[in-house]
T-cell receptor, first 116, second 110 residues
Framework: GAVVSQHPSRVICKSGTSVKIECRSL??????MFWYRQFPKKSLMLMAT?????????EQGVEKDKFLINHASLTLSTLTVTSAHPEDSSFYIC????????????FGPGTRLTVT | RKEVEQDPGPFNVPEGATVAFNCTYS??????FFWYRQDCRKEPKLLMS???SGNEDGRFTAQLNRASQYISLLIRDSKLSDSATYLC???????????FGKGTKLSVIP
């Protein structure tokens, strides 16, 4: 299957700082990537859809100025959590759809963010 | 009504047992259906797609009933390594957006 990487896998930052998470499709081009967040014992919640070369589409309740998404190339999307707060501590996962029409998505290994 | 509903479990079963998970979805326009597996503190991994005719992959069998908007996953001869959370996932026609159920936790006990 397709491979998606994420970096970093784990990050601890202080309240008020910004954190950038990278998502890369390693062996295919992804025109669309997705960013999810998962709190402990909860389901994955879609935060935004990242489209290459255009603005991201955010889900209701997700602040676009707080969660900045950039999808500058067909293999890279970044999520920046700005002015992080402890309640932003979560597991952030990206996914990319392999463009074969099957709509299967492949997930990155996730980034565990802890804001102190 | 939630878009994708699953019994959260946990299901605690002995090795070798057969276990079945059920899932219902509310959007009748859903066209693609999947079961993903998620291990603790890891990302979801695609287990299998679900087709109208039903499909089988080794010990795993998935069924889809469009009329009832119901999806199932059957695991035969459970292994310890099957312990995980199983996520029912659907998406509407022509869309890459996935809607996840909350998952059903399975623990296979020696």
């Amino acid at each position: 299957g397709a491979v998606v990487s994420q970096h970093p896998s784990r990050v601890i930052c202080k309240s008020g700082t910004s954190v950038k998470i990278e998502c890369r499709s390693l062996d295919f081009q992804a025109t669309t990537m997705f960013w999810y967040r998962q709190f402990p014992k909860k389901s994955l919640m879609l935060m935004a859809t990242s489209n290459e070369g255009s603005k991201a589409t955010y889900e209701q309740g997700v602040e676009k100025d707080k969660f900045l998404i950039n999808h500058a190339s067909l293999t890279l999307s970044t999520l920046t959590v700005t002015s992080a707060h402890p309640e932003d501590s979560s597991f952030y996962i990206c996914s990319a759809a392999e463009p074969r029409g099957s709509y299967e998505q492949y997930f990155g290994p996730g980034t565990r963010l802890t804001v102190t | 009504r939630k878009e994708v509903e699953q019994d959260p479990g946990p299901f605690n079963v002995p090795e070798g047992a057969t276990v079945a998970f059920n899932c219902t979805y509310s959007n009748s326009a859903s066209q693609s259906f999947f079961w993903y597996r998620q291990d603790c503190r890891k990302e979801p991994k695609l287990l299998m797609s679900v087709y109208s005719s039903g499909n089988e992959d080794g010990r795993f069998t998935a069924q889809l009933n469009r009329a009832s908007q119901y999806i199932s996953l059957l695991i035969r001869d459970s292994k310890l390594s099957d312990s995980a959370t199983y996520l029912c996932v659907v998406n509407p026609e022509g869309s890459y957006q996935l809607t996840f159920g909350k998952g059903t936790k399975l623990s296979v006990i020696p």
